[in-house]
C-alpha cells in the first residue's frame, strides 16, 4: 500500500474530474484523483473493458462505446490477470500480491466472492463454455525458485477443485477452442496440458522464458511471446512444433488473436508499440504506437484495447485505420495491467 499512501494528495488542482468534483480536494484520493471522480460499483448491463490495475488495487472499467472511464472497483492485492467466463456473467481477477482470485460479477457490478489459489498467481484463462477457469500460480519467484502449478477453478460453485502440475513458474495460459487442451507459459517451456485429466502432453523447453499465449479461433496453431528474444513464435497444434518465428517489438509481452483470426496484436512493452501480424502469411504488416510500456492486450471486433502500464492508460486502436481513437487517462496509481472486453 506504500505507493497509494506516497501518492495520496489533497491539493485542489490535482483532481482531474468533471464538474462539480473538479477541484473539489477529496481527502486521501490517488493523484490525480481520476479513480475517485468516477462509481465505484460497475455497470450492471452492457459491454465494457475491464482492466486490472496493479498498483491501485483495483478494476477500472471503461464504456466500450463512449471510451471513457466510468467505474473504478476495489479489488485485492496487486490484481494482475483477467478473464471472462462465458455465459457466467462473472470475470476472475488474479490478485498477484496475494495467493487468491476475486470473481466479479458484472451483473452486480461488484466483487462477490474470492477464491484461494497458489502463490503469486499471474495468468488465467476459461475454457470457452465458461465452466472451468484456470490460474497459473508463478510465485514465490518468476525464475527457478517459482511455483509448478495451476489451479483449476469450479465456476458453478467458485472453488478450487484440484491443482495439476506445469512447468517452472507458470505465466500465461490460453485454452483451445474445444476446451480439451491447456497451453502454459512457463520459465523452462511452454507446457501442454490435457484439460480432461489435468496430465502434460509435451513440454517445449525451445519456448523458455516466454510470456502472452493466444490461441488461433481454428485451433490449429498457438502464439507464443517470447520477450527475451523480441519474437513471437507460432506453434502447429497437430505436431507440436513451432513452424514460424516472427519479430516483432521490443520485449513482447502479451498477445491477443482478432476475433475471425486473420491479425495477431502483440504489445511491445520496451518500445512502446504494438505490432500486427497477417496470421495467414505469419509475417508483420504494421506498428502502431501506444502509451509507456504496453502490457496487458485484447481484442474485438473493431477496436483493440492496451493496458500501457508506466503511462497509466488504456489505448483503444481502430483495427482498420490503426489509429489510436482514445486514451483513457486512470491516473498515475495505477498500473493497468490485464485487459478483457465482457
Not at 473493458?49 to 464504456?63: E, M, P, R
Not at 469450479?154 to 491447456?182: C, F, N
Not at 491479425?263 to 512502446?272: F, H, L, P, T
Not at 496470421?279 to 471486433?301: E, L, N, Q, S, Y
Request: hydrophobic share 35%; with cysteine.
Amino acid at each position: 500500500m506504500s505507493r497509494l499512501v506516497e501518492n495520496a494528495t489533497t491539493h485542489l488542482g490535482d483532481f482531474a474530474g468533471d464538474a462539480p468534483t473538479r477541484g473539489a480536494g477529496i481527502r486521501g484520493s490517488n493523484f490525480p484523483g481520476i479513480q475517485d471522480s468516477v462509481p465505484k460499483t460497475g455497470p450492471t448491463s452492457g459491454v465494457h473493458a475491464y482492466a486490472t490495475a496493479l498498483v491501485s488495487y483495483s478494476i477500472v472499467v471503461i464504456d466500450t462505446t463512449t471510451r471513457r472511464l466510468v467505474a473504478c472497483i476495489p479489488g485485492g492485492a496487486n490484481p494482475y490477470g483477467i478473464a471472462s467466463a462465458p455465459g457466467t456473467g462473472k470475470l476472475y481477477v488474479t490478485n498477484s500480491g496475494a495467493g487468491d482470485v476475486s470473481v466479479l460479477d458484472t451483473t452486480k457490478g461488484a466483487i462477490t466472492g474470492t477464491v484461494d489459489v497458489g502463490l503469486y498467481p499471474h495468468g488465467v484463462a476459461s475454457s470457452p463454455d465458461g465452466r472451468t477457469v484456470y490460474v497459473a500460480n508463478t510465485g514465490p519467484d518468476t525464475g527457478v525458485g517459482g511455483s509448478r502449478t495451476l489451479t483449476v477453478i469450479d465456476t458453478g460453485a467458485d472453488k478450487a477443485t484440484t491443482t495439476w502440475q506445469t512447468g517452472l513458474a507458470p505465466r500465461s495460459v490460453a485454452v483451445s477452442p474445444d476446451g480439451r487442451i491447456v497451453y502454459v507459459s512457463c520459465h523452462d517451456g511452454l507446457t501442454v496440458l490435457d484439460a480432461e485429466t489435468g496430465m502434460t502432453r509435451r513440454r517445449l523447453p525451445e519456448l523458455a522464458k516466454a510470456n502472452g499465449v493466444a490461441v488461433h479461433p481454428d485451433g490449429k496453431r498457438v502464439y507464443v511471446v517470447s520477450p527475451s528474444s523480441d519474437t513471437l513464435a507460432v506453434l502447429d497444434t497437430a505436431s507440436l512444433r513451432v513452424v514460424a518465428r516472427v519479430r516483432v517489438g521490443r520485449t513482447p509481452w502479451q498477445v491477443a488473436l482478432s476475433p475471425d483470426g486473420t491479425r495477431a496484436w502483440v504489445s511491445g512493452a520496451n518500445d512502446d508499440t504494438v505490432t500486427i501480424l497477417d496470421t495467414a502469411t505469419a509475417k508483420a504488416v504494421g506498428t502502431v504506437r501506444v502509451g509507456h510500456i504496453p502490457t496487458g492486450i485484447t481484442t474485438t471486433v473493431d477496436t483493440v484495447w492496451v493496458c500501457t502500464n508506466a503511462g497509466a492508460t488504456v489505448d483503444a486502436i481502430d483495427t482498420t485505420s490503426l489509429r489510436v481513437l482514445a486514451r483513457i487517462e486512470l491516473g498515475l496509481s495505477t498500473g493497468p495491467s490485464g485487459v478483457v472486453v465482457a
